[in-house]
């Protein structure tokens, strides 16, 4: 419904003396002088922001190239030591005591690699035919007593699944390994 116009207007005025104008003034100025430091301190705050998360970024790289290739492993190792302790609960005999001498053979196994790469190789700076004597001694009881350990875990465990789990993941330790 439209409204009806006013019949009487009043006009009223405020008049200020020059303190009054002065004060104004001033708080005029000073709430300009806010919204402008309220500006800079929001694009103050954006920018720490930022080099705040740059830091943490640059802290984790420099973390994990410096821990990176040892927290893995050590993540692994422990996870996998839990696991055994609670096999070796349930499981009769003692397969994970297998597998940890299994994983032993794995070991030595990249370690007599290790050798036969930097000693017996012609073209290797560290060639060594002493070394290199050395390593195939070291590889031919290797092939010995891995013989004995496959030997004793068929014994032991014939071709159950345990057998398996023994050798899981271990590549050529496994006898029935085929790469």
Request: glycine share 6%; charged share 25%; with cysteine.
């Amino acid at each position: 419904m439209p409204r009806r116009r006013p019949d009487v207007v009043h006009e009223y005025r405020v008049s200020l003396s020059d303190f009054e104008r002065s004060t104004l003034n001033e708080i005029v100025t000073t709430q300009q002088a806010n919204v402008a430091v309220d500006g800079i301190t929001a694009t103050l705050q954006a920018a720490g922001s930022a080099l705040a998360g740059g830091g943490l970024m640059l802290a984790a790289v420099v973390l994990m190239r410096w821990k990176g290739p040892e927290l893995i492993p050590a993540i692994i190792a422990k996870t996998n030591d839990t696991l055994d302790n609670i096999a070796d609960t349930f499981l009769p005999g003692s397969p994970i005591e297998a597998r940890r001498t299994a994983q032993a053979f794995a070991a030595r196994r990249g370690e007599i690699a290790k050798r036969q790469a930097a000693y017996c190789s012609r073209d290797s700076a560290q060639y060594s035919e002493t070394e290199c004597a050395t390593t195939q001694q070291m590889k031919d009881q290797y092939f010995a007593d891995l013989d004995a350990f496959r030997t004793m875990v068929r014994e032991q465990y014939g071709t159950a699944p345990i057998v398996d789990l023994i050798y899981r993941g271990l590549g050529d330790i496994n006898p029935e390994f085929v790469s």
